[in-house]
């Protein structure tokens, strides 16, 4: 099936080749369709699956350019999605004149009424900014025609459902509704009960969110050792572009401060940041000069980086479909992923609930040893050192630098350079947190050799698949080692 199947018109068939769409996805192909014909449509679907096109090309196509009123309202969760969903429905909206605006909270409410007095048609926002301009009447929606629920079960998940109600209840009752959300709890069905007519149902199965281009590994290990056992293997392997996911906005702070401690270009990104800081570590991650995002999975919804060569799940998620939308970060536009997570022997039977949802079976992967971890530090540090002689006038320091090798042998001074470099010395604690609960039968862990080494500035772990990584650029920089220990403050 292709685009011209769906019932498009000619000039947004235009724009989905004009923004590089190939073929629909399995989202893309059962909703547009569902949608062109007016039916409400609850889908269940993931991030990474195509479904902002899937409900915005209706959309763009229903709407009428020339009606200064709202006629579609997107909500979502965060501030992240909804910026990455009004830039796609505006992307593929331009030629159309098709007009599309973003509110969400923690940014100048002043100028988001400004923006909306230019009439745009598409407004898409989080539920509580969108209150607050329905209360303000700045924002009127009783000439919505179109209205879609993005990532409801995460919506319902941080509390936001009674929000979300009010918001229904200020649209026209002939309304037309898309629900889409990764999983479908009660809550979540009982709000398609209420709001929508007749709902068709679209479910995109678990093979088609996970991918072939991902390799899948696990390792299993002690909660208090998964730190030391991630750098080791990032120093192994050298991942370009990676996101780290933690369980907690806590274990976030801690295990980003310990990356920076350990000289690792890293930041932490969570809700209770606030969005100017929010959007500097996003456009700090884009621009290569953060190379280790550690996010929560709330955090991480509407991060839409590409190049992400590697994700590591520092904690297993407890839901199984959290762990497909972790990794659909990486392995995407052809090129290939690895995906790591970390494991504690109790925990063991969520790993295989993931399998069995994932019809994936996950490889073993034996830690390096920390001669191993070393050895590829120096590898990274000796390419450090050209660079950095390459660049240095060395006339400016001809003296001192005598007058050093005058007093110690030339091999200790580099030596001590170096270890220097290495940063491995710097101790890190990590605030131990309860294994999730046993769901019943650990599985049998099996054991698995490990190889890494460099290829084209990536990684290759050798299992039973191969992976090629592409280089995304940007180089890890190592900082000064002092002692650095993370404590509870609870």
Same mark, same amino acid.
């Given at each position: ?5 769906l ?9 989905v080749?004009?923004? /590089? ?32 096109a ?19 309202? +997107? ?7 909804? *910026?990455?969903?009004?830039r ?34 598409? *407004? ?33 998940n ?6 979300i ?16 959300s ?19 149902? +679209? ?17 299993? +290990?002690? %909660? ?18 990676? *996101?780290i ?25 969570? /809700? ?25 999975? +709330? ?12 994700v ?42 993931i ?9 073993p ?15 990274f ?11 240095? %006038?060395?006339?400016?320091?001809a ?52 190889r ?5 500035? /990536? ?14 650029g ?17």
């Amino acid at each position: 099936m292709n685009f011209q199947d769906l019932g498009l018109s000619d000039s947004l068939l235009a724009a989905v080749a004009a923004n /590089g769409y190939t073929e629909p996805t399995a989202i893309q192909a059962q909703t547009i369709p569902l949608t062109l014909n007016g039916d409400d449509v609850l889908g269940q679907a993931q991030t990474g699956t195509g479904k902002t096109a899937a409900f915005a090309l209706p959309i763009l196509q229903g709407i009428d350019v020339n009606d200064p009123n709202v006629q579609a309202l +997107v909500i979502s969760p965060t501030r992240e999605l909804a *910026i990455q969903t009004q830039r796609e429905i505006q992307k593929l909206g331009k030629a159309e004149g098709a007009r599309a605006q973003v509110v969400y909270g923690g940014s100048d409410i002043r100028k988001q009424i400004y923006d909306l007095k230019k009439k745009p048609q598409i *407004i898409v926002g989080t539920p509580g900014r969108l209150l607050d301009h329905i209360q303000r009447r700045t924002l009127k929606l009783d000439h919505v025609r179109f209205l879609v629920l993005d990532e409801a079960d995460e919506m319902l998940n941080m509390g936001f459902l009674e929000d979300i109600e009010k918001i229904i209840k200020q649209t026209p009752s002939d309304r037309q509704t898309m629900l889409f959300s990764a999983t479908m709890p009660d809550p979540i069905k009982r709000v398609g009960v209420q709001f929508m007519t007749d709902p068709k149902q +679209v479910k995109v199965k678990a093979k088609e969110l996970t991918t072939d281009l991902v390799d899948q590994y696990y390792v299993k +290990v002690r %909660d208090n050792e998964k730190f030391d056992t991630m750098t080791r293997l990032f120093d192994v392997n050298q991942p370009k572009v990676t *996101i780290i996911f933690c369980r907690t906005k806590r274990r976030v702070d801690e295990v980003a401060k310990g990356l920076v401690a350990r000289g690792y270009q890293a930041a932490g990104l969570h /809700g209770d940041l606030t969005q100017n800081r929010r959007t500097q570590i996003m456009n700090e991650f884009k621009r290569d000069q953060i190379n280790y995002l550690v996010a929560t999975d +709330v955090a991480a919804r509407g991060i839409d980086v590409s190049g992400v060569t590697h994700v590591y799940n520092f904690d297993v998620p407890q839901d199984p479909e959290s762990y497909v939308h972790r990794i659909g970060r990486t392995g995407r536009a052809g090129h290939h992923g690895v995906s790591v997570t970390f494991v504690t022997p109790s925990e063991m039977s969520y790993l295989r609930g993931i399998e069995k949802l994932t019809k994936v079976r996950m490889l073993p992967l034996k830690p390096p040893t920390a001669d191993e971890a070393l050895a590829g530090q120096l590898q990274f540090a000796e390419a450090d050192v050209a660079k950095l002689v390459k660049k240095t %006038d060395t006339s400016r320091f001809a003296d001192v630098a005598n007058d050093l090798l005058a007093q110690y042998d030339s091999v200790d001074i580099v030596a001590a350079f170096l270890n220097e470099l290495s940063g491995d010395q710097v101790q890190v604690h990590i605030t131990p947190e309860r294994p999730l609960k046993n769901r019943g039968g650990h599985g049998n862990g099996r054991r698995g050799n490990y190889r890494g080494n460099r290829r084209n500035g /990536g990684s290759n772990y050798r299992g039973n698949r191969r992976t090629d990584h592409h280089d995304r650029g940007g180089d890890r920089k190592r900082s000064r080692k002092n002692n650095f220990v993370i404590k509870d403050k609870h």
